[in-house]
């Protein structure tokens, strides 16, 4: 059988996770959901398996769909993104359309979320819950010896009468370890790559889902923490050093450093076989301190990633983050000590965000060394608590596709509040002295990144996609 996994086409640079979708124009992320499933599917076959990064090769939905007559494939599989999500379903009914002898496969959050609507709307002959190895792997081979599919645990499609059929949830992964690594060959690695990071980069997940209870996150397949081994990460880190030459990683964890124990053992196989690598990762305040700050500094972290979200005690707690503001200044102290990066995602629009907590927002960036940060209006994404308390204030359908607060006004005084924040962030002299010389050191980056901020200071932005500067 032959298997394409396709990043399907789009006007923009955009990274589809399972957990969110964005656009960069300084930075592009390998698609690693697809080239989990398609290692796995390849691996555990034997299948002949291709993957098509449409966005990494500027293609076109022509182009695609040339490469998949040219392949000859029999099953499609493809991820779908967020704010895109009505171009992605275009994209993908028009591919269906054109070979209708090809089994059409979906996952992602809204996939699992809504997979009958999404099922309809695609024209996809099946949808997958969750995590998609193992199911999209018993698929396949339900395809190969044309047996039934109403076993596959987590898969969802329609039968010969037009009954939906939604079979059970697969239960989640107890242990990632046991899926091969993303196989890197089947993309070009001098595609990636993060801002101000040396190439060859690449990414790298260490765990699936985020115990932790901000209401507002769609988390990487859920809650519940699945951990895969530090031996097991670091064989994978010594297959992207010697194979391919990295020489940086992006460590994708919601949150890297949630369990202390595990963090120092990764960090110690880091330094004493990477002594070169350098590599960046997530955290959250409330899981960074003095100890796992120096052993990540030890095993070569550049840039930590903080969701600071808001200057404000208040809507912090209302996001179910109640380690308190105090605590941020403290956290940016010890990473300065401890010579790395600080580089922060922030957000506006919390419903019952107020003018006088946007002023504590500002005031908290003009009072740190925040070497990067981004902002974006908070979204109301269904699934989470957010949407389920506030839905009576959302405009949210599916097609077209729309998600945001019913309020004109409200809309028009976050954006005013987007700007400022991008300004205060980037146009003050004291951090324009700051980075001057890495700005002139990096002209092109700068260059690029000036293009990106610029619409967003005294415009409203270029992208349908959620736009991340970091």
């Known amino acids: ?17 399972f957990m969110c979708s964005y656009n960069s124009p300084i930075f592009l992320f ?16 034997p299948r002949e398996v291709t993957l098509i990064d449409s966005i990494a090769r500027d293609l076109t939905k022509e182009d695609v769909l040339a490469e998949l007559k040219s392949f000859n494939a029999d099953v499609v599989v493809t991820i779908l993104g967020f704010e895109i999500l009505e171009q992605d379903i275009k994209v993908l009914r028009w591919l269906r359309q054109q070979l209708p002898n090809t089994k059409f496969v979906a996952f992602g959050y809204y996939p699992t979320e ?11 002959d099946f949808v997958i819950l969750g995590e998609p190895e193992y199911c999209c792997h018993e698929l396949l081979n339900a395809l190969e010896q044309n047996t039934s599919f109403e076993g ?15 079979n059970p949830e697969r239960p989640r992964l107890k242990s990632v370890d046991e899926l091969p690594h993303p196989d890197y060959s089947m993309v070009n690695i001098h595609d990636y790559s993060e801002f101000l990071m040396p190439k060859p980069f690449a990414t790298l997940q260490t765990a699936r889902g985020c115990p932790y209870g901000c209401n507002f996150c769609t ?40 369990v202390p124990a595990r963090t120092f053992k990764i960090c110690e196989g880091i330094q004493k076989n990477f002594p070169t690598l350098v590599w960046s990762a997530l955290s959250r305040i409330d899981t960074m301190d003095e100890e796992r700050a120096v052993a990540m500094r030890k095993a070569g972290c550049k840039r930590v990633y903080l969701g600071v979200e808001s200057g404000s005690d208040r809507i912090l707690k209302l996001y179910g983050k109640d380690y ?31 003018p006088d907590d946007f002023e504590q ?32 204030q959302v405009d949210f359908s599916l097609f077209p596709y729309q998600n ?55 415009g409203s932005g270029l992208s349908t996609a959620r736009n991340e500067l970091i």
């Open 1 to 17: 059988m032959r298997v394409a996994m396709v990043n399907l086409p789009h006007p923009v640079r955009v990274i589809r996770r």
């Open 30 to 45: 390998p698609p690693q959901e697809l080239m989990y499933a398609a290692t796995a599917v390849r691996d555990w076959g």
């Open 114 to 124: 809504f997979p009958e609507q999404i099922l309809d709307a695609a024209g996809v």
């Open 152 to 166: 596959i645990m987590g898969l969802c499609f329609r039968k010969e009468d037009g009954t939906f059929v939604a």
């Open 219 to 258: 988390r990487s397949y859920g809650r519940q923490l699945t951990l895969r081994s530090p031996e097991n990460i670091i064989d994978e880190i010594r297959t992207l050093v010697d194979k391919f030459g990295v020489r940086s990683l992006r460590f994708m964890d919601d949150t890297f450093n949630a």
């Open 324 to 354: 308190g503001v105090e605590r941020i200044p403290v956290v940016f102290d010890l990473l300065r000590r401890n010579g790395i990066e600080i580089a922060c995602f922030f957000m506006v629009g919390h419903p019952e965000e107020t």
């Open 361 to 392: 927002t500002s005031k908290l960036i003009r009072n740190l060394e925040i070497d990067f940060a981004t902002v974006g209006q908070t979204v109301p994404y269904p699934g989470t608590e957010l949407f389920d308390r506030y839905r009576d």
């Open 404 to 458: 945001e607060w019913k309020s004109p006004g409200r809309r028009k005084q976050l954006q005013t509040w987007e700007k400022r924040f991008l300004r205060e962030m980037y146009f003050r002299p004291k951090y324009i002295a700051r980075h001057a010389m890495r700005l002139v050191k990096n002209p092109s980056t700068t260059w690029q990144a000036g293009r990106a901020l610029l619409p967003f200071v005294f």
